[in-house]
C-alpha cells in the first residue's frame, strides 16, 4: 500500500462546477495535511493545510480532513478553466516526513 | 517576503559528469527538504536537514548524491557522476520547524545526455 494515494486522472469538469479530489494515507499517526497546485512546468504551489478532522474553507477551496477515515479531500467550489493544474496531497507522517502522492490531473472545460 | 532561491534553473550535462544545485531557503526556515520529481509523479523526498543536521537521509541515494547545509541555511545538493536516470526536476524547500508549512522554490530541470 501507498503511503499517499490519489487517483491520476484525468478529472474533467465543466466551469462552474465543484471539482472533488480525494486523497488517502496509511500512517494512523500523521498529523498534517497539504494540497498544493502544480502546473505545468511550475513547482507545487500551496493552496491549504489542514490539521483538525472537519472541513476548512478559504474562498472557493475547501479542505476535508477523516482522520478515522484515513482521508483528505480537497473541494473546488465554481471552478474555472485557471484551475486546470495537477492537484498534489502531502501527508506528513508521524515521523515529520512528507509525502507526497503523484497527484490527481484537474481540466476544468470551458 | 522572499521565496525559496534556486539555481540553476535549467541544467543539462552528459552522463558521468558532475552537477550541483544550490538552494536558499526563505528567511527564518530552518527546516529545509531537497525532492526529486520525475515526471508524472509527485516530489519524492531526498533529504530533509534540521538547521545543519541531515535528519532524514534514507532516500538519498549516496553512492552518487551528496549534500551539505554548512550554516543551516543554504545548502547544496551534488550528483557526481550523473547518470540517464537522473534526469528530473530536483525541488527544494522549508518551512519554519517542522511542524511548518512547506514552500517550495522553482526548482532546477536536470537533463543527462
Known amino acids: 500500500q501507498k503511503e499517499v494515494e490519489q487517483n491520476s486522472g484525468p478529472l474533467s469538469v465543466p466551469e462552474g462546477a465543484i471539482a472533488s479530489l480525494n486523497c488517502t494515507y496509511s500512517?494512523?499517526?500523521?498529523?498534517?495535511f497539504f494540497w498544493y497546485r502544480q502546473y505545468s512546468g511550475k513547482s507545487p504551489e500551496l493552496i491549504m493545510f489542514i490539521y483538525s478532522n472537519g472541513d476548512k474553507e478559504d474562498g472557493r477551496f475547501t479542505a476535508q480532513l477523516n482522520k478515522a477515515s484515513q482521508y483528505v479531500s480537497l473541494l473546488i467550489r465554481d471552478s474555472q478553466p485557471s484551475d486546470s493544474a495537477t492537484y498534489l496531497c502531502?501527508?506528513?507522517?508521524?515521523?515529520?516526513?512528507?509525502?507526497f502522492g503523484t497527484g490527481t490531473r484537474l481540466a476544468v472545460r470551458p | 517576503e522572499a521565496g525559496v532561491v534556486q539555481s540553476p534553473r535549467y541544467k543539462i550535462i552528459e552522463k558521468k559528469q558532475p552537477v550541483a544545485f544550490w538552494c536558499n531557503p526563505i528567511?527564518?526556515?530552518?527546516?529545509l527538504y531537497w525532492y526529486l520529481q520525475n515526471l508524472g509523479q509527485g516530489p519524492e523526498l531526498l533529504i530533509r536537514?534540521?538547521?545543519?543536521?541531515?535528519?532524514?537521509d534514507s532516500q538519498l541515494p549516496k553512492d552518487r548524491f551528496s549534500a551539505e547545509r554548512l550554516k543551516g541555511v543554504d545548502s547544496t545538493l551534488k550528483i557526481q557522476p550523473a547518470e540517464l536516470g537522473d534526469s528530473a526536476v530536483y525541488l527544494c524547500?522549508?518551512?519554519?520547524?517542522?511542524?511548518?508549512?512547506?514552500?517550495f522554490g522553482p526548482g532546477t530541470r536536470l537533463t543527462v545526455l
Open positions: 502531502a501527508v506528513k507522517s508521524s515521523g515529520d516526513k512528507l509525502t
Open positions: 528567511s527564518g526556515h530552518n527546516t
Open positions: 524547500a522549508s518551512s519554519r520547524g517542522t511542524s511548518g508549512v512547506p514552500f
Open positions: 500512517d494512523r499517526g500523521s498529523q498534517s
Open positions: 536537514y534540521e538547521n545543519e543536521e541531515a535528519v532524514d
